[in-house]
């Protein structure tokens, strides 16, 4: 029988988004606990296949970058995307994207996501073994408890406390978990969402597609004899559009083939024949179905994201089509623009109105990610399962017919595949933590971005003089970016060691080139984005520090004065 407990902050869900934000949660010094209903080592669907290079930022910081880098594909496998008429058919476009061993090489104009800002580029490696590596870091770590096995019944709070029964699934009784705070990754059929009330909004249905996860040993050699094998293989055909995503560069592959219109029961499909129209193989052709979890895409927000002391992360707060695979890295950027929070309150450095700041940030971002995706799923589903006609011809016609379709298919795509926008360009408009200083922040799209220290923005990457990168030199908390050693900041600097606010000073030699230069200081939040930037500390120090710890009453009171 599992005792009842007390903990800061309980987490629901075991996936990625829920361990990642126990891992940063717990490098902040809070103490976690996870519930989830899977066994331990008991391997998670196959999904999420793809990192951000803003996910791989946050797995920098938590020491965990170089674990995750060394797993999935092999190093020397293809990231590309390739358009052809089947997996094994002829190939008519291909986005070229560096393997791990490709990304020591110089940035490359026909490799878009090469020039990007970052230490840490994306990385393509499927949940199946992403997953394992967080949870095994997880499960060491002295300030996270994992409890398996065991499911969330109900949850509620009073003004002090949230209270949750857990039910152990194995001996089936009930316990009781009381928590400061509580977190729901618990995914789309969130309980958590359903008991705070909150509702998803938006589009229920845009498409249908089987998904399924096969062993086929034979099928990279039938690939290899026709083109360069690749990580994700696009096929349109009159006969069925989907894709093969390589999962382990040898014999595992996720088939993703897109149900038709009138298709409306994915129990009337006939798996096998779509599977085989998708991959371009005969009925001879073996292979083994080892896991199908069919879906809907959908573009779905909830209409809140927290109530009091219980907040939504991930999935149990948005759905969306997994155009440019930002499902999972959305989920990550909304834990960890939670946890900072969250740690700030049980750390004593701010109080709890601090985390009136989360949901107005991070909603209005998960709005737009799931409006750009949305749109482009649209059309890109409107456009696969119309292939232009001649597009499997042989000779002239044929080729020329691919040779538009695939330059077509290029445009409309490589922005979901090199999404910088989506990882560099997103800010934080209207939130109660920032100083904004009347510039507007620079627009963005789905791929497009322009490097910004706008108050809101992310802090723009640099590599400084001494060749370490600029994220690596920042405090835990907040930072004060100084590029002009001979002004004086000791103001701000006394007022916080005062106040016991965690400000780190760090001098930085920035190239002259850089937008960094622009302002010779820069209030650097734990999350990474500007919350203020200035030629010289103007503000009074007690007023600065107000906002940046949320103190409402405080800044309500100095507005009055």
Not at 19 to 26: C, Q, R, S, T
Not at 134 to 156: G, Q, T
Not at 381 to 395: D, K, L, S
Request: glycine content about 8%; charged content about 25%.
């Amino acid at each position: 029988m599992m005792a009842d407990l007390k903990t800061p902050v309980l987490i629901v869900g075991a996936g990625p988004v829920g361990l990642i934000g126990a891992l940063d949660l717990a490098s902040r010094g809070v103490h976690v606990t996870i519930v989830e209903q899977r066994h331990a080592g008991e391997p998670p669907p196959v999904k999420c296949n793809h990192v951000s290079s803003r996910s791989m930022e946050i797995l920098r910081r938590l020491g965990l970058a170089e674990a995750i880098r060394a797993a999935g594909l092999p190093h020397d496998y293809p990231n590309d995307v390739a358009f052809c008429t089947t997996v094994t058919g002829t190939e008519f476009s291909r986005i070229r994207i560096p393997s791990v061993d490709e990304r020591s090489e110089p940035p490359a104009p026909d490799r878009p996501d090469t020039s990007w800002p970052t230490p840490e580029p994306p990385h393509r490696i499927n949940q199946l073994y992403l997953e394992p590596i967080l949870f095994e870091h997880a499960a060491k770590e002295p300030r996270i408890s994992i409890l398996n096995r065991c499911l969330l019944e109900d949850i509620d709070q009073t003004d002090e406390m949230v209270v949750a029964r857990v039910r152990d699934l194995d001996s089936g009784e009930i316990s009781t978990i009381n928590a400061a705070y509580a977190i729901g990754c618990d995914g789309a059929r969130s309980t958590i969402r359903r008991q705070i009330g909150a509702k998803f909004v938006g589009e229920a249905e845009i498409a249908r597609n089987l998904s399924s996860f096969i062993r086929a040993p034979d099928l990279l050699g039938m690939m290899s004899a026709k083109r360069q094998p690749t990580w994700m293989s696009q096929a349109n055909n009159p006969r069925l559009s989907g894709n093969a995503i390589a999962i382990d560069g040898k014999e595992l592959w996720l088939i993703h083939c897109r149900v038709k219109a009138h298709e409306t029961d994915f129990a009337m499909i006939d798996r096998d024949r779509a599977i085989r129209d998708v991959l371009g193989v005969d009925d001879g052709f073996e292979y083994e179905l080892l896991t199908k979890e069919d879906w809907i895409a959908r573009r779905l927000v909830a209409d809140r994201m927290r109530k009091g002391r219980i907040f939504l992360c991930g999935d149990s707060a948005h759905i969306w089509i997994p155009v440019a695979g930002y499902g999972m890295n959305c989920g990550i950027a909304d834990a960890t623009g939670l946890t900072w929070m969250l740690a700030a309150v049980l750390n004593g450095w701010a109080p709890p109105s601090i985390l009136d700041a989360f949901e107005r940030e991070r909603h209005p971002i998960t709005e737009q990610v799931s409006r750009f995706v949305a749109e482009l799923g649209v059309q890109l589903v409107r456009r696969r399962n119309e292939p232009p006609a001649g597009i499997e011809e042989e000779g002239s016609e044929g080729e020329a017919v691919r040779a538009r379709f695939g330059q077509e298919m290029y445009d409309m795509n490589v922005g979901q595949y090199c999404c910088g926008g989506l990882n560099f360009g997103y800010f934080y408009d209207g939130s109660p933590l920032i100083f904004y200083d009347g510039e507007a922040h620079p627009s963005y799209t789905m791929a497009s971005f322009t490097p910004s220290t706008v108050p809101g923005c992310r802090l723009p990457h640099a590599w400084l003089g001494d060749g370490r990168s600029i994220y690596d030199v920042l405090g835990r908390d907040y930072t004060l970016l100084r590029f002009n050693p001979a002004l004086d900041v000791s103001g701000l600097v006394d007022a916080a060691a005062a106040e016991s606010f965690p400000l780190t000073l760090v001098d930085a030699d920035a190239p002259q080139d850089s937008v960094l230069r622009q302002y010779p200081l820069l209030i650097v939040r734990p999350d990474r984005h500007i919350a203020w930037r200035g030629n010289e500390l103007a503000l009074r120090p007690s007023d600065m520090i107000a906002r940046l710890r949320g103190d409402r009453s405080r800044i309500e009171a100095q507005a009055a004065a």
